[in-house]
């Protein structure tokens, strides 16, 4: 047995944890015990990928089975890591279509948790550009599920946390890009309303996405960078710059588990000032900058998830319909604010509608925020989930840890199918998690 956590380092759960070396054996590590499910490179934040009994380790399958150039269309194992595929195809002109916010996750946790990126507004999600996938069932049939062949398990896969079976390989298209970078314009918005407008006119943007500070109160609530993207042309490039920049190692790393005093109201308040006053220096005109740190600021340094403590961090990503949005979101970082140890990691984006039965996206504004391990965090958690369920909004399951099973219901209507054809596929139990415990099973 070993001590196996998501990303957020909360709950810690003992787990019998393989990593099998075949897809025979992958479906030998699930057939012979009732609770598994598998895990990619573990940056779901909370319990989805831990096994209720075993958990299988998928990141040993990592190859790449073909690839047409002439079409982006690629066939990959699951266990591929998108910072390979971005390394390995960027330099031939072809990044993944949506990337979340961090580049270290699996293809096969990309597809269960259908991430969704910057560009969500106006290009959707990972699903929406699968071809199919190959998916081992819990009753032990290897089948291939696409939107014509299976497509009920296909839709219920994807967004699916990994409940329909473990994903072995998929088919997906990748993007035709001519550089590597990002063409970036900085708007400072001085407060909630101004930040939501800016996204609201950056729909027509690629990519768009804001960082909120969430220690402003008063006319300052809700203040934000947002930022916009577009992929930028060779043209655009600084004369002597290669097309593709180099991915680099994070350089810096947090060592220790950072005292639970580090992070206060003082120190919060004080990092979002200087943030907020630096990014609002650059706002006006474009600048060209990496793809690295546009899409993945956060992997710049490495382990990151430590600044929170030993006792780890909950984050809380909901997603609230357009019509009651700025109500809801004002009433939250309000709260939030008041409360002092305010996330200085928070995000503000707007969604389009998922693909998946299970996919998080909904028309609205998603914001995520992070929250160490301490004190009454939980029954304080508790009471924005029910701000966000009264809106009509849900909760993410890919960087959820503790709602509740209410909570959990009221946001996902297509719940019911989704188990029917879950149980379809593994009439028997056999995939489950910690998750699944949580707010799926029987109990």
Same mark, same amino acid.
């Given at each position: /047995?070993?001590?196996?956590?998501?990303?957020?380092?909360?709950?810690?759960?003992?787990?019998?944890?393989?990593?099998?070396?075949?897809?025979?054996?992958?479906?030998?590590?699930?057939?012979?015990?009732?609770?598994?499910?598998?895990?990619?490179?573990?940056?779901?934040?909370?319990?989805?990928?831990?096994?209720?009994?075993?958990?299988?380790? /998928?990141?040993?399958?990592?190859?790449?089975?073909?690839?047409?150039?002439?079409?982006?269309?690629?066939?990959?194992?699951?266990?591929?890591?998108?910072?390979?595929?971005?390394?390995?195809?960027?330099?031939?002109?072809?990044?993944?279509?949506?990337?979340?916010?961090?580049?270290?996750?699996?293809?096969?946790? $990309?597809?269960?948790?259908?991430?969704?990126?910057?560009?969500?507004?106006?290009?959707?999600?990972?699903?929406?550009?699968?071809?199919?996938?190959?998916?081992?069932?819990?009753?032990?049939?290897?089948?291939?599920?696409?939107?014509?062949? =299976?497509?009920?398990?296909?839709?219920?896969?994807?967004?699916?946390?990994?409940?329909?079976?473990?994903?072995?390989?998929?088919? /997906?298209?990748?993007? +035709?890009?001519?550089?590597?970078?990002?063409?970036?314009?900085?708007?400072?918005?001085?407060?909630?309303?101004?930040?939501?407008?800016?996204?609201?006119?950056?729909?027509?943007?690629?990519?768009?996405?804001?960082?909120?500070?969430?220690?402003?109160?008063?006319?300052?609530?809700?203040?934000?960078?947002?930022?916009?993207?577009?992929?930028?042309?060779?043209?655009?490039?600084?004369?002597?710059?290669?097309?593709?920049?180099?991915?680099?190692?994070?350089?810096?790393?947090?060592?220790?588990? /950072?005292?639970?005093?580090?992070?206060?109201?003082?120190?919060?308040?004080?990092?979002?000032?200087?943030?907020?006053?630096?990014?609002?220096?650059?706002?006006?005109?474009?600048?060209?900058?990496?793809?690295?740190?546009?899409?993945?600021?956060?992997?710049?340094?490495?382990?990151?998830?430590?600044?929170?403590?030993?006792?780890?961090?909950?984050? =809380?990503?909901?997603?609230?319909?357009?019509?009651?949005?700025?109500?809801?979101?004002?009433?939250?970082?309000?709260?939030?604010?008041?409360?002092?140890?305010?996330?200085?990691?928070?995000?503000?984006?707007?969604?389009?509608?998922?693909?998946?039965?299970?996919?998080?996206?909904?028309?609205?504004?998603?914001?995520?925020?992070?929250? +160490?391990?301490?004190?009454?965090?939980?029954?304080?958690?508790?009471?924005?989930?029910?701000?966000?369920?009264?809106?009509?909004?849900?909760?993410?399951?890919?960087?959820?840890?503790?709602?509740?099973? $209410?909570?959990?219901?009221?946001?996902?209507?297509?719940?019911?199918?989704?188990?029917?054809?879950?149980?379809?596929?593994?009439?028997?139990?056999?995939?489950?998690?910690?998750?699944?415990?949580?707010?799926?099973?029987?109990?």
């Amino acid at each position: /047995m070993t001590l196996v956590s998501g990303w957020g380092r909360f709950p810690v759960v003992d787990t019998d944890l393989l990593r099998p070396r075949s897809f025979e054996a992958v479906g030998d590590a699930v057939a012979d015990v009732t609770g598994s499910v598998a895990r990619g490179n573990g940056r779901a934040y909370g319990d989805a990928a831990i096994g209720a009994a075993r958990t299988v380790g /998928m990141t040993g399958f990592d190859r790449i089975r073909s690839f047409d150039p002439a079409t982006g269309r690629i066939r990959l194992e699951a266990g591929v890591l998108l910072a390979d595929l971005i390394d390995t195809f960027g330099p031939r002109g072809f990044l993944p279509f949506v990337v979340p916010g961090t580049r270290f996750v699996s293809v096969g946790g $990309a597809i269960a948790s259908d991430v969704h990126g910057k560009n969500h507004h106006c290009e959707g999600g990972f699903g929406r550009y699968l071809d199919s996938i190959l998916l081992r069932t819990g009753e032990g049939e290897t089948i291939e599920v696409s939107r014509e062949q =299976h497509s009920d398990a296909f839709f219920a896969t994807v967004g699916g946390m990994g409940l329909t079976g473990v994903i072995l390989e998929a088919t /997906m298209w990748l993007r +035709p890009v001519e550089t590597g970078w990002i063409r970036e314009r900085v708007i400072s918005a001085s407060d909630l309303d101004a930040a939501m407008r800016a996204l609201d006119a950056g729909d027509t943007a690629t990519y768009s996405v804001a960082w909120i500070d969430c220690a402003a109160r008063g006319r300052s609530l809700g203040r934000s960078l947002i930022y916009l993207g577009e992929h930028a042309d060779r043209d655009e490039l600084a004369d002597g710059a290669d097309a593709f920049p180099v991915g680099k190692d994070p350089g810096l790393s947090v060592p220790i588990d /950072m005292p639970s005093m580090t992070l206060n109201r003082y120190s919060i308040r004080a990092f979002n000032e200087l943030y907020y006053r630096m990014g609002a220096r650059r706002a006006g005109g474009s600048h060209v900058v990496s793809l690295y740190p546009y899409f993945f600021p956060l992997d710049s340094l490495s382990d990151w998830n430590r600044i929170y403590g030993k006792r780890g961090f909950l984050q =809380h990503q909901c997603v609230i319909p357009e019509a009651g949005a700025r109500a809801v979101l004002g009433e939250i970082l309000e709260r939030v604010a008041r409360r002092g140890d305010a996330s200085f990691l928070a995000v503000l984006k707007k969604l389009g509608q998922g693909d998946g039965l299970l996919s998080f996206p909904l028309p609205g504004y998603t914001l995520a925020l992070d929250f +160490p391990v301490k004190g009454d965090i939980l029954d304080f958690l508790d009471e924005i989930d029910r701000l966000v369920v009264a809106a009509g909004g849900r909760l993410y399951l890919a960087k959820d840890a503790r709602q509740s099973r $209410a909570t959990f219901e009221a946001g996902y209507p297509a719940l019911r199918r989704f188990n029917a054809i879950r149980k379809s596929l593994d009439p028997n139990g056999n995939i489950r998690s910690k998750l699944s415990q949580r707010l799926f099973d029987e109990v």
